[in-house]
Each structure stands twice: as structure tokens, then as C-alpha cells.
């Protein structure tokens, strides 16, 4: 492993992708240019991006360009996001990303998204445990946080199920469409994830 300042701190991923993350009924795959119409469909619907801190997509140039920000991102291990596909399905039906990644701290920022029609079905809750499973697993991080809209409730809902906690909101910290929002912030610690699962597994 390298020092502070390099690359590759707390963060082992060989090879020249984010690996494939096995989450019982859905997977979670690396993003490539094969995806850019299935990015498209899910961004570009006002509904999934109704609690974003930004606008819907206007164009399929909108979501390369997202790719290409994606693949950067990767290479500079500062941002991993993988797609979310039903399992034996090509299609991408949403994102689970880790942001902010924080080599010196072991944190990082937790975000995910469905597109409306693969909204409640229990593939948010299979994405988002199996990504904290290798964020807290494989990346050994100490940390993961979450930013949401106060107003956001089945986001909320899901991850004080998995036990984030409640830790603050903040404010106008947003200018969603030049409108002012707050942000509530939640946290989970790796020693509450591994407790939480130990206390499933002795059930």
C-alpha cells in the first residue's frame, strides 16, 4: 500500500475496472459506453432526478459526457460508480456510487438512483447493502455518509434501515434550480455495519 499521497491508498482495485459486485437479484457492474441510452432514460426523468441538486437530462451528450467524468473519476479513485442491472440483464436500471473518497480519512459518500420503473422492488436495498459491504469489506473504510433531501423519504427510509444515523441537517446547503435546500446528514461507521450483520447472522 502507498503513502498518503498515493493513488492507491486504501483503495485495492486491480485491474483497469471497477469489479463486478454480486447483490442477490441484481448486480453491480462497471459503467461503459455500451450504457449511455440506459444513463439517458434514468437521468433525463424528472421524477429520479426529483431530489437532485441537479436538472434532468437534456441529451444523450449529457450522459457521455457523464461517462467520460465516471471513467476520471475512476482513475483518480476519488469517485466509483457502478450501474445496477437486474442479474442475467445487460440493461442498467439505476447507479449505487461511492463520492468523495477520502483516502486519508477512509470515507466516502454514498449516492444511488432507479429509474422509475425499477422503483420498489427491492433493488435499492440489494444495491446499496452489497455496496456497503465492499466499502466497509474490500476498501476497508472507516466511514460512509449520506447527503439527502429532508423531503426524500423512501431514501431516508432505506438507509436508516440499513443504520445510518441521523446527524445533522445543514441548511440552504443546496441551490436545487436556484432554490434554496437544506440537507440532512446521515452516517454509518464500519464497527455499526459489522455489528449490525453479526447480529443478523446469530438470529
Not at 58 to 75: M, N, V, W, Y
Request: proline share 5%; charged share 25%; glycine share 10%.
Amino acid at each position: 500500500m502507498q503513502d498518503a499521497g498515493g493513488p492507491a491508498v486504501g483503495f485495492p482495485l486491480p485491474g483497469p475496472c471497477l469489479p463486478t459486485i454480486d447483490a442477490g437479484h441484481v448486480s453491480l457492474r462497471a459503467l461503459g459506453s455500451e450504457h449511455t441510452d440506459d444513463l439517458f432514460a434514468i437521468f433525463s426523468d424528472p421524477q429520479v432526478m426529483r431530489y437532485w441538486s441537479s436538472p434532468a437530462m437534456k441529451s444523450r451528450d449529457e450522459a457521455r459526457d457523464l461517462l467520460a467524468e465516471i471513467d476520471a473519476h475512476f482513475h483518480a479513485h476519488t469517485l466509483y460508480q457502478w450501474g445496477i442491472a437486474d442479474r442475467g440483464s445487460e440493461r442498467i436500471v439505476g447507479t449505487a456510487t461511492l463520492a468523495a473518497l477520502d483516502r486519508v480519512n477512509r470515507r466516502a459518500e454514498i449516492g444511488f438512483a432507479l429509474a422509475a420503473g425499477a422503483q420498489g422492488h427491492g433493488r435499492a436495498t440489494a444495491a446499496v447493502t452489497a455496496l456497503l459491504d465492499f466499502a466497509f469489506g474490500s476498501l476497508r473504510l472507516h466511514r460512509i455518509e449520506a447527503d439527502v433531501d429532508p423531503e426524500n423519504a423512501p431514501s431516508l427510509s432505506l438507509l436508516e434501515r440499513l443504520g445510518f444515523r441521523r446527524e445533522g441537517r445543514l441548511r440552504e446547503r443546496w441551490l436545487a434550480l436556484g432554490k434554496p435546500q437544506d440537507a440532512l446528514m446521515l452516517g454509518l461507521l464500519a464497527r455499526e455495519w459489522k455489528q449490525r450483520n453479526d447480529g443478523r447472522a446469530t438470529r
